[in-house]
Nanobody, 121 residues
Framework: VQLQASGGGLAQPGGSLRLSCAASERTGVTTWFRQAPGKEREFVAAIRWGTGATYYADSVKGRFTISKDRAKVTAYLQMNSLRPEDTAVYYC??????????????????WGQGTLVTVSS
């Protein structure tokens, strides 16, 4: 499975950005992780393709929305009310099957390239 992430850029605090993760084929779950400078990679949000169930890190709940377009085999991360602490390289990852440990980056074998999100005035 090949993943192509896009949509990063510069946003002001309180602004919005939408990330896309286009896959070469259907998978079981698509997840966004992020890694800020000097920090470990952390879970952001996940979506199950079969059920549509979504999962979020507490730090983004209520501000970020993960969604999918089955026809385009693309997952999206709509990021609203951005904060400077959201600045990071964002990665999309996928698994063929759902796992209860969807938040664990080591569970994923397919990764897209990172896309940089910078939130600054």
């Amino acid at each position: 499975v090949q993943l192509q992430a896009s949509g990063g850029g510069l946003a002001q605090p309180g602004g919005s950005l939408r990330l896309s993760c286009a896959a070469s084929e259907r998978t079981g779950v698509t997840t966004w992780f992020r890694q800020a400078p000097g920090k470990e990679r952390e879970f952001v949000a996940a979506i199950r393709w079969g059920t549509g169930a979504t999962y979020y890190a507490d730090s983004v709940k209520g501000r970020f929305t993960i969604s999918k377009d089955r026809a385009k085999v693309t997952a999206y991360l709509q990021m609203n009310s951005l904060r400077p602490e959201d600045t990071a390289v964002y990665y999309c990852a996928a698994r063929l099957h759902y796992t209860l440990a969807y938040y664990d980056s080591e569970q994923y074998g397919f990764w897209g390239q990172g896309t940089l999100v910078t939130v600054s005035s």
